[in-house]
């Protein structure tokens, strides 16, 4: 079966621009996660979907940052007025057990978007 | 608050060394612990996991026991490889946090023959 995948796996963009970033998760898998890292660091918790709905968006940023899971399959990250600081590794994973204390996240190759 | 510290890299051995990476954790409750790897150019990828006090984790020849006591989850490989050269995360998942796992800043390991 095919893991998670993330598209684009690169984004360059403009300041001021608005970018959408996508997750197709692990078949069947009910919980979805995303992450940011930056250059250097470990990866930073941003906002977790169980079914279709945000259960967590305690790691937003800021009002800038959207997601959704309309189905509760497929993702996107939603970024409005980019600013060079949003320059990073976007990471999606996707979970079986949502809730579970022995649940495991699978996660994508990432996508790479840099602001210029 | 629950937070993670994780050994500084970069380490640098030789091939056939031992390796430990140290990771501690402070929590108000009992987290599952995880070390994930990220190999040159690839993603993350789950290496092991403990669940309770006192498992271990073991994977490629990689171990990390949940020591409570002393709140760690140290890394640890008898007879390192070349190909063992990456980003090593240790990743606390707190409970009551909806899973979210929280990552250490990573300690890259260079192996060189």
């Known amino acids: 079966g095919a893991g998670v995948s993330q598209t684009p796996s690169n984004k360059v963009t403009e300041k001021g621009k608005y970018v959408e970033l996508r997750c197709d998760p692990i078949?069947?898998?009910?919980?979805l996660y995303w992450y940011r890292q930056s250059l250097g660091q470990g990866p930073e918790f941003l906002i977790y979907?169980?079914?279709?709905?945000?259960?967590?968006d305690s790691g937003l940023p800021n009002d800038r940052f959207f997601a959704v899971r309309p189905e509760g399959s497929v993702s996107t990250l939603k970024i409005q007025r980019t600013e060079r600081g949003d320059s990073a590794v976007y990471l999606c994973a996707s979970s079986l057990i949502a809730g579970g204390p022995t649940d495991t996240q699978y996660f994508g190759p990432g996508t790479r978007l840099t602001v210029l | 608050g629950n937070s993670v510290t994780q050994m500084e890299g970069p380490v640098t051995l030789s091939e056939e060394a031992f390796l430990t990476i140290n990771c501690t954790y402070t929590?108000?409750?009992?987290?599952?612990l995880f070390w994930y790897v990220q190999y040159p150019g690839e993603g993350l990828q789950l290496l092991l996991k403990?669940?309770?006090?006192?498992d271990k984790g073991s994977n490629k020849g990689f171990e990390a026991t949940y020591r409570k006591e002393t709140t760690s989850f140290h890394l640890e490989k008898g007879s390192v490889q070349v190909s063992d050269s990456a980003v090593y995360f240790c990743?606390?998942?707190?409970?009551?946090?909806?899973?979210?796992?929280?990552f250490g800043a990573g300690t890259r390991l260079a192996v060189h023959p």
């Open positions: 990743a606390p998942m707190f409970s009551g946090g909806y899973n979210k796992l929280i």
């Open positions: 403990a669940t309770k006090a006192d």
């Open positions: 078949s069947g898998h009910t919980a």
């Open positions: 979907f169980q079914g279709t709905g945000a259960a967590d």
């Open positions: 929590a108000t409750g009992y987290p599952s």
